[in-house]
């Protein structure tokens, strides 16, 4: 059973960076996938970027595009989003999730394993 701890969230202004972390325990294979979605208030979650283990990553172009990087530490099984030039309308819980086959996906059906989220809200 994998478990998987986000933290790193928190409360800053428009234009002002935070880096989200996302550590995994109790992971048995090494081709996973992990991913970051969030879910603004009152709206559905949505995909935010996801990364291979091989360090393939995919984004939501729409929404994150050079604003927002994943990235991995395999040797301490954590992931992060590096978010830079936040706007109120990042505003969200972030989640941290993961798929132990396949590819990189949007679809958060596809993943397996979520945290419990962490707050991130960007005042204007």
Do not use: H
Not at 58 to 71: A, H, P, Q, W
Not at 97 to 122: H, I
């Amino acid at each position: 059973q994998v478990q998987l701890v986000e933290s790193g969230g928190g409360l800053v202004q428009a234009g002002e960076s935070l880096r989200l972390s996302c550590t995994a325990s109790g992971r048995t294979c090494s081709n996973y996938v992990m991913g970051w979605f969030r879910e603004p208030p009152g709206k559905e979650r949505e995909f935010g970027a996801a990364i291979r283990w091989s360090g393939g990553t995919l984004y939501n172009l729409d929404s994150v595009k050079g604003r927002f990087t994943i990235s991995r530490d395999g040797a301490k099984n954590t992931v992060y989003l590096q978010m830079n030039s936040l706007k109120p309308e990042d505003t969200a819980v972030y989640y941290c999730a993961e798929r132990t086959w396949g590819d990189t996906s949007t679809r958060a059906y596809d993943y397996r394993y979520w945290g419990q989220g962490t707050q991130v809200t960007v005042s204007s």
